[in-house]
């Protein structure tokens, strides 16, 4: 009688195991996201957002990670920062996302920083510029993916002109009106004037601007032989149609956000338009690249967005590390010390390290129009930038 | 030469959109602030039009101007109408909503992304040199040539048709013409339907110059200030008050500072309201019924 009991309880066990097992499998990680899906930045993250989203799709649909699927949370901020405060409130205290991701523009970073901090929860900056809080020495809660960051990429911009330049380099800047790229401009300027570029002119322009014609007059009127502008796109891109109108016949550089480059390329057909990238861009025809567009249109994404996928693989990779159980510390401490790869898609890894949450080495490269063979070009390889050392350097010069 | 170049391509697409405040102002007495929202429905039809018709661009054009001007006879049947007995300020917060509303439906419809209706239609803004070494596009030369026949256009309607003339006694007095026998309700809904396809012009011609996107209508904002300053009633007052603030902005981004543009527009109206409520060629006691 004892004997058939235990045999009961035994299969009871059992039983109980096999239903749980499940239940306990289906328990997610959870990640919230604050994005700019609509509003005048739309233009730019809402389409990381999709690629971002496709990927997760991708990744629940085999088997999730460590047998756990992401759940994820998203809400639309509009790069307004009371909106964007409200959404970290809510994903990280009402929904207990073991991680939140900032897909929006810089000036909503200060009230989101504010809630991570009070919270302790990691915060991924994936696809917005990257802020100084993870520079080194980082702010161990904060960690970006972003391509981007304004005063590396002038610096190595500003090198790039004096270096495929015959002619001396009489550089005009352009600039929308926002601190992060006016910090851009400025390292541009003062790293130009550091090794011998004349600057001849600058225009910052305001964020209601309708009309580019008159700043890219400006431009062209003080005689820049090469223009380099860094900011959201639409002022990256404006000022150089605008030139192109006046019949300009310099060169132009501008920071290569891959999704608006890659239309831009074959809309414009003009070979003096360069642009810098951190990521590749499709435009350059890479089977991975090609790969990634396909993955990410079965999982329901119209377009592919580069740094949405880069995003999307460091959130993967760091909940691959952190393993399950996942708490807000484990997490943190698994992310400090990170190095993601995507091949095919940048020129090195991410590598964080417990002081730097940018990245130890920057990759870049340098594209070009070829209109005879209807394709983007390199006009610099792959060239790598150690991330200390620069910063270092750029402190000697802008003080 | 250049500065009188721009300043003659940016004052082109003002006015174009301050007609369109001035007209329905005139006729109806309500300030449409979903104007901007309007023009920018109408470059969303200028490029699903062309998307859909490619090899024959042009056809676009005319017919996405018959879509801008039904949806301005719409927006008063269906929106304005409604609100006749109410207080004034009702029909105004109407159109703030109704613009809102337009910028997600596009949203939805279109997403963010930015889009060169040009491009897709397959022809190209040409530059041309002007004397004293300025250059002008195809487009800027186009504006500026649909600027001069719309308020050429307009003043003809409303100094010698029938149906123009009828507009302004219904904006005199509406009460009077309707017991003259005047359909207000039509004359109304047509004055919305001018306003929505001058809104289309410039759309076209704004998207093809320089992008669509759902903010484009930010634009419609600015060629506010341009309205007021004319004059509210004042159809004459347009062109002068389009090409001052034009001048004026484009004197400050070379001159002073190029972060100066936003605000002139604005500035100008802060000016003109200290010294002359009712703009510069408007009625003395419209501003009062304002």
């Known amino acids: ?399 | 030469m250049q500065l009188l170049a721009n300043t003659l391509a940016l004052a082109s697409i003002y006015i174009l959109l301050a007609v369109g405040y001035v007209v329905v102002y005139r006729a109806s007495r309500v300030l449409n602030l979903a104007h901007g929202e309007l023009m920018m429905l109408a470059g969303y039809a200028f490029f699903g039009l062309v998307s859909a018709t490619p090899g024959h661009p042009l056809w676009a054009v005319p017919a996405a101007l018959v879509v801008s001007f039904l949806a301005g006879v719409g927006v008063y049947a269906t929106l304005v109408r409604p609100m006749a007995g109410h207080p004034l300020f009702s029909a105004v917060l109407v159109t703030v909503s109704l613009g809102i509303l337009l910028r997600g439906l596009v949203l939805l419809g279109w997403t963010a992304d930015i889009l060169y209706p040009l491009a897709v239609s397959g022809y190209k803004n040409v530059p041309w040199p002007l004397p004293g070494g300025a250059v002008l596009t195809t487009i800027d030369l186009l504006s500026i040539l649909m600027a001069v026949t719309v308020l050429l256009a307009l003043w003809g309607f409303f100094a010698r048709s029938r149906l123009g003339i009828q507009m302004r006694a219904a904006a005199e007095n509406p009460l009077l013409a309707a017991q003259r026998g005047v359909n207000i309700h039509l004359v109304f809904s047509l004055s919305w339907g001018i306003s929505t396809f001058v809104a289309g012009v410039a759309a076209i011609l704004y998207a093809s110059k320089v992008r669509l996107d759902p903010e484009i209508g930010v634009i419609g904002l600015r060629a506010f200030p341009v309205a007021l300053v004319g004059g509210l009633d004042s159809l004459a007052g347009v062109a002068p008050a389009g090409l001052a603030i034009a001048l004026l902005e484009n004197l400050a981004i070379r001159y002073v500072s190029p972060l100066l543009s936003d605000v002139v527009p604005f500035l100008a109206l802060l000016v003109m309201l200290f010294v002359r409520p009712w703009g510069l060629f408007g009625t003395k006691e419209e501003i009062e019924r304002v």
């Open chain 1, 1 to 399: 009688m004892a004997g058939t009991f235990r045999v009961l309880a035994w299969l009871a066990f059992m039983a109980l195991l096999v239903i749980s097992t499940p239940a306990l499998a289906q328990e997610p990680y959870k990640v919230g996201i604050t994005a700019a899906i609509t509003g005048p930045a739309a233009v730019e993250y809402a389409a990381r957002v999709e690629t971002f989203r496709a990927y997760m799709s991708k990744v629940n649909s085999e088997g999730g990670i460590n047998g756990h699927p992401i759940q994820l949370g998203y809400e639309d901020d509009r790069g307004e920062p009371a909106r964007a405060a409200t959404n970290a409130k809510k994903l990280v205290e009402q929904d207990k996302v073991v991680l939140l991701v900032n897909t929006s523009v810089s000036a909503t970073y200060k009230p989101v920083m504010a809630t991570v901090t009070e919270a302790k929860t990691p915060l991924l900056f994936g696809g917005g510029v990257c802020p100084q809080e993870v520079f080194p020495p980082a702010n161990p809660l904060m960690f970006c993916t972003t391509s981007f960051a304004a005063q590396i990429d002038s610096d190595f911009a500003v090198r790039f002109m004096k270096e495929a330049s015959k002619d001396k380099v009489r550089l005009g800047t352009a600039t929308m009106d926002i601190p992060i790229a006016r910090i851009g401009i400025d390292a541009a300027e003062a790293v130009g004037r550091k090794i011998g570029i004349e600057i001849v002119g600058r225009v910052t322009m305001p964020p209601g601007t309708a009309d580019f014609t008159p700043f890219s007059s400006k431009l062209k009127d003080a005689g820049a032989n090469w223009v380099f502008a860094w900011s959201p796109w639409s002022f990256e891109i404006g000022p150089y149609e605008a030139l192109l109108n006046l019949g300009w016949q310099g060169n132009y550089m501008l920071y290569g956000h891959q999704q608006p480059i890659d239309a831009a390329y074959p809309r414009l057909n003009r070979e003096n338009l360069y642009a810098l990238v951190g990521a590749s861009i499709l435009a350059e025809g890479l089977p991975e690249l090609k790969a990634m567009q396909e993955i990410a249109a079965k999982h329901g994404a119209s377009r592919l967005d580069v740094e949405g996928w880069v995003a999307a693989v460091a959130v993967h990779e760091a909940l691959k590390a952190c393993g399950w159980p996942c708490s807000r510390e484990k997490l943190q401490g698994a992310m400090s010390g990170l190095s993601i790869t995507v091949k095919g898609v940048k020129g090195g890894p991410i590598q964080w390290s417990r002081d730097n949450h940018f990245r130890t080495e920057q990759w870049y490269k340098v594209y070009r129009w070829d209109s005879a063979r209807q394709r983007a070009v390199t006009a610099k390889e792959w060239t790598k930038v150690d991330v200390a050392e620069k910063l270092k350097e750029l402190r000697e010069i802008i003080k």
